[in-house]
């Protein structure tokens, strides 16, 4: 087996493509996480967590490259989790 080292360059590609997969299917996911969103259960309660793995992979993206295309995207990821606070019944926490 010939194993060659990971490069910086090949984590950065890893993580610029799962940023690029994110986006494409971001608005997707969250409507497909409000369609099964259930108060009432403790299974459908379930945290639509792909919204920080965007955030951070995005913020991260920026700091490397400076290009405001990611930080955008990380900001929109953000500012979505105060919308997902309308979703939680009040006895899971503060509105």
Not at 49 to 76: D, M, N, P, V, Y
């Amino acid at each position: 087996m010939n194993l060659k080292p990971t490069s910086q360059a090949d984590y950065f590609n890893l993580i610029l493509n799962a940023a690029n997969e994110m986006k494409h299917y971001y608005d997707v996911e969250l409507e497909k996480w409000r369609q099964r969103f259930d108060p009432t259960t403790l299974l459908g309660r379930d945290f639509p967590h792909f919204i920080f793995r965007s955030a951070t992979f995005e913020a991260f993206l920026f700091h490397q490259t400076g290009e405001k295309q990611h930080a955008e995207q990380a900001k929109k990821a953000l500012l979505e989790l105060q919308n997902l606070e309308k979703w939680f019944p009040t006895a899971f926490g503060p509105n």
